[in-house]
């Protein structure tokens, strides 16, 4: 039996790279997120259009009202590449609202959330990233933050907000970096000015993934220029 054997070194140019990013709202995940290697943002909240539109008039949009057509559009990407082979990156905005569509697929107008659905949640959710994470394109998925105080330690510990408590550090796996996006005011001289940050890799309290050689905090990220640094 044959077997092929890849170089690590070359493969490394070549790989799709995977990233979640998560913030507050307003953080400018949807700004950053449009600045990847030709993108096609599958937006499934309306109010990011006009950040990507500033960041990057160029990039394409489509909306997603449901969980079926995103499922539809990723499908499509999949078995027709050539269709598809524009885009370099695949933005998935946001996977917080993701999850979402799949519960309101699962318990319709209603909303009520039984025992029993919370497995098929968590089943179709993990499903989903994996189909996402398996797309032979880059990809990059935003979403909201949630925050949590331990009770003992008065301590705040700081993760993408999905529901179903073990689902962040799950859903971690399937991204080659995690970063949690904030802003913060710098001075520049004569005025003061508010700054991006990408946080990689930061304290247990705060849920990141790094990946060589970006470590550390990131100031004004631009994800293609990141790309670039991963795979040179």
Known sequence: MDFEILNAGEAR?????????????????????????KPLILLTEMNGQMSISHSNPNADIIHIPN??????????????????????????DSITEMQRLIKDSIVGPSGDMQIQHWSKLTKNFRNLIRKIRNLDKNVICIGLLETEIDES??????????????????IAQYFNFVGLLFTQQDNDGD????????????PDRIMCK????????????NIESMFKEIQK
């Open 13 to 37: 140019q070549e790989t799709a790279i995977k990233g979640l990013i998560y913030g507050q709202s307003g953080a400018g995940k949807s700004y950053l997120a449009a600045t990847a290697p």
């Open 67 to 92: 969980i079926k057509m995103l499922v539809d559009v990723l499908q499509d990407i999949e078995i027709n590449p050539k269709k598809w082979k524009k885009y370099k990156t695949i933005v998935i």
């Open 153 to 170: 330690t008065g301590q705040r510990f700081v993760r993408p907000a999905f529901e179903g408590k073990k689902t962040g550090p799950e």
């Open 191 to 202: 005025n003061i000015i508010t700054v991006r940050n990408l946080m990689l890799d930061g």
């Open 210 to 221: 790094t990946i060589a050689p970006l470590t550390g905090t990131i100031k004004d990220p």
